[in-house]
């Protein structure tokens, strides 16, 4: 089965400064790979979706943007973090229907 | 656009006592459903998914039941434990232009007690 391996696990960023987050998965190849954000006590917001290398759909308009420089990797990524980007990210592999999720970053713009 | 969402925000149990937490959803065309658990801090967990050919499937201490007629989808838990506190996500996957798109709820919030 696939493994998902998110980093880091916890930022502190201040406002204006660029982002960075990674997500790798092991044990599965072509697989579809999302980005959602969690606000506390909230639902999953999916902001994008791959279904392969170089090819990135965007669910909201917003201050990020995504990456799939390699088949396993998907990067989550900002040049200027406002507060409300402020949240829980989770990386999400599926090859089918049903999704596994990394561990998640949890994200502070002060 | 057509949603998923829960009936009860959040449901304190006691240790040992069924729990059953409920979820409506609004597209018909939706044809899989999943729940999720995810603990503080952690990513959502799978739990059990259902078909929509089907109206009840079983897992370890876990039932989910299915009602097209009403759209309605539940999740029970049999001799709820303290583990099992955390919040519990229904999820439908539907056909969309990229192929299959999950939809998640709000969640449900559980909090077993001693």
């Known amino acids: 089965s696939q493994t998902i391996h998110q980093w880091p696990a916890t930022l502190v960023q201040p406002v204006g400064s660029p982002l960075s987050l990674e997500c790798t998965v092991e044990g599965t190849s072509n697989p579809n790979l999302y980005w959602y954000r969690q606000a506390a006590g909230r639902g999953l917001q999916l902001l994008f979706y791959?279904?392969?290398?170089?090819?990135i759909s965007s669910e909201v308009p917003q201050n990020l943007s995504a990456s799939r420089p390699q088949d396993r990797q998907f990067i989550l990524s900002s040049k200027k973090l406002l507060l409300s980007d402020s949240g829980f990210y989770l990386c999400?592999?599926?090859?089918?229907?049903?999704?596994?999720f990394g561990s998640g970053t949890q994200l502070s713009v002060l | 656009g057509e949603s998923v969402g829960l009936h009860l925000p959040t449901l304190s149990v006691q240790e040992g006592d069924n729990s059953i937490i409920n979820c409506a959803y609004s597209n018909s065309a939706s044809d899989y459903f999943i729940w999720y658990k995810q603990e503080s801090g952690k990513g959502p967990q799978f739990i059990i998914d259902?078909?929509?050919?089907?109206d009840k499937r079983q897992g370890q201490r876990v039932t989910v039941l299915l009602n097209k007629t009403v759209k309605h989808l539940s999740l029970q838990i049999a001799a709820t434990q303290p583990g099992d506190s955390a919040v519990y996500f229904c999820a439908e996957n539907y056909p969309s232009n990229s192929g299959y798109a999950l939809n998640f709820g709000k969640g449900t919030s559980l909090l077993v007690t001693p």
């Open positions: 999400a592999c599926g090859g089918g229907e049903k999704l596994f």
């Open positions: 791959s279904v392969g290398i170089g090819q």
């Open positions: 259902i078909r929509s050919n089907m």
